[in-house]
């Protein structure tokens, strides 16, 4: 039974520019929530797809947008990369967000 | 808005010391208290707490919730070099799923 995936597991882009993170859920999970983690911090919500649709979103700018496909697969967008968006991004899924949350291993963005 | 504060924010001990990790926290609805262990990239779950007084036990981990006081505590007794990763903390809200986290307890062991 695969757990959360998530792609790539690394990237590093330029300021300025755009890019999409991609997060697989546990099988049967039905919810996938992203989170930012700055170097020894911990980790802050950014949004929640649920149906296909964006049920909550944390502080994050408009800058940061996302997706949620049939098969319950998830993207992050981030366009207008800015220094500060380099970060750890945590994808997790839930079944129907009330039970614990699993986590994928990440993607590493550096954004230089 | 909720607020999740973890003491102390790092500790080193030696391989068979026992450790107590501190949560407390501040949500408008509370529904949950969940802990996580985060050794390299993905934090891994450990406890979800959602009553009072009922202690949550796993091997040499256990965790115990105070609604009244709004704090947990996660003990690992007999500690091994295994051990070492950054605890999390994170709360959730009866009005959604979201999870709030604090900044992480970084427990390192020694041999």
């Keep these: ?112 | 808005e909720d607020k999740v504060v973890q003491s102390p924010l790092s500790l080193v001990v030696h391989e068979g010391d026992t450790v107590t990790l501190n949560c407390s926290y501040e949500v408008t609805n509370f529904r949950s208290l969940l802990w996580y262990k985060q050794e390299k990239k993905a934090p891994t779950f450990l406890f979800m707490l959602t009553s009072s007084g009922i202690e949550k036990k796993s091997g040499r981990l256990s965790s115990i919730l105070d609604k009244k006081e709004l704090f947990s505590i996660l003990n690992i007794t007999a500690t091994q070099t295994g051990d070492s990763a950054v605890y999390l903390c994170a709360v959730k809200e009866t009005s959604g799923s979201r999870l709030t986290f604090g900044e992480g307890t970084q427990l390192t062991v020694n041999p």
Excluded: M
């Design chain 1, 1 to 112: 039974d695969a757990g959360v995936t998530q792609s790539p597991t690394h990237l590093i882009k330029t300021r300025g520019q755009q890019v999409t993170l991609r997060c697989s859920p546990k099988s049967g999970h039905d919810t996938v929530s992203w989170y930012q983690q700055a170097l020894g911090q911990g980790p802050q919500f950014i949004f929640q797809y649920y149906e296909e649709e964006e049920r909550q979103r944390g502080n994050f700018p408009d800058r940061f947008s996302g997706h949620q496909f049939p098969n319950y697969s998830s993207e992050l967008n981030v366009n207008a990369l800015l220094l500060g968006d380099s970060a750890l991004y945590l994808c997790a899924s839930s079944l129907g967000g009330l039970g614990e949350a699993f986590f994928g291993q990440g993607t590493r963005l550096t954004v230089v």
